[in-house]
């Protein structure tokens, strides 16, 4: 269904967001974890359930370990249950460049 890729696209880009604020607070290094950013930067755990497995408390990859000076095309968040259905991939780059790319 596309709205739930659309409303996991928009909760990806919330997620990076939190992501950027404490990179920029911490000496330009995002989270070593999604866990980290509770409470202060995200407050309600319900923004890491994808929309397309509600029944997963988890539903993002995050990939650890990058700063704000890594590379552009780098993924940082991808919901990890959007192949399963449609062979799409929800994605935010460092960068903040999201998109919903077909995966063959």
Not at 83 to 101: G, M, W
Request: aromatic share 8%; with cysteine; hydrophobic share 35%.
């Amino acid at each position: 269904m596309r709205s739930n890729e659309t409303k996991s696209l928009s909760k990806a880009k919330q997620i990076y967001i939190c992501c950027r604020v404490y990179a920029s607070d911490n000496g330009g290094n995002y989270p070593p974890s999604l866990d980290v950013l509770f409470p202060t930067y995200l407050s309600d755990r319900s923004i890491l359930v994808s929309p397309i497995a509600p029944g997963e408390p988890v539903g993002y990859k995050y990939t650890p370990g990058l700063t704000l000076s890594s590379a552009t095309n780098t993924v940082l968040i991808e919901d990890k249950f959007a192949p399963s259905l449609k062979h799409e991939r929800i994605v935010v780059y460092v960068d903040d460049h999201a998109e919903i790319l077909r995966i063959p």
